[in-house]
């Protein structure tokens, strides 16, 4: 029998967190404690270069918080609540390696707000997406209002927020909430696969890139190719470098140092 917290497996180079706290796999203080502590664990973890994020199922991905939490609390323990969700979200999105979300079923409210701070999200056909926190009152508070926006455009976040709409996974894969749709129980094959792709790069190239990738988010051109330039001559001076122009020229697979620590 479950205990509600999610589940931590390691295969190989990537690290896969199961919400398991059924039927919906909702937040509670508990469990976002956990996430937090298992997020800096990994981060820490050299020998992990991929997170896969999904939920145990195939009818819930995560529901977003547990309502019960806040139930008879006074302001300011629910703000408490609030900086347990922020933490969890801000160690998701500094995540050093790739991340992504392999979305099995519903994805709302602090879910959804988990997997927009992945890299990638994919999801299965039965999934549903929604940020439904003004039907109870309340409003996202896990980086939904300013995420959600970046990824799909003010009008689309303001159906989902201020509307209280659901979408379904051809429309969010149109509108750009997901990078990819796949059959009922392929979303966890579909991110190990990307897991296995990302396998290919060096491990600080790709700290580097996505650092870049996430800092370039409204900056002018100069300033991107400023950051690049410098960005590039810090990897040149490394041995994974030398070690991937060899590979190539000689025609054979490198072998990376395998420790994205290094260019945190």
Known sequence: MSDGLPRLERRERVAILTFDNPPAHVFTA?????LAAQLDTLEADSAID???????????FCAGDDLNMYVGIS????????????????????????????????CLG??????????????????????????VGLLPCGGGTATLARQI??????????????VDVETAKRIGL???????????????????QAARQSPIALV??????????????????????????????????AEGVAAFLGKREPVWEHDRSRNR
């Open 30 to 34: 508990a469990i976002l404690r956990e």
């Open 50 to 60: 991929t997170l896969v994020m999904t939920g145990a199922g195939e009818r819930f």
């Open 75 to 106: 302001p300011a323990a629910a703000r408490e609540l609030t900086r347990l969700l922020a933490a969890v979200v801000t160690r998701l999105h500094d995540f050093s390696g790739l991340t992504v979300a392999a979305i099995n079923g519903w």
């Open 110 to 135: 602090a879910g959804l707000e988990c997997a927009l701070a992945c890299d990638i999200r994919i999801a299965e056909t039965q999934a549903r997406f929604g940020l439904p926190e003004g039907r």
């Open 153 to 166: 455009g003010r009008g689309w976040a303001k159906r989902l927020i201020l509307c209280g709409e659901t």
């Open 178 to 196: 997901i990078q990819q749709s796949v059959p009922s129980g392929e979303s966890l094959p579909a991110a190990l696969a990307l897991a296995e």
């Open 208 to 241: 580097a890139s996505k650092r870049l990738i996430d800092a370039h988010q409204g900056a002018a051109l100069t300033t991107a190719l400023a950051r690049e330039r410098a960005a590039f001559g810090t990897l040149f001076e490394t041995a994974d470098a």
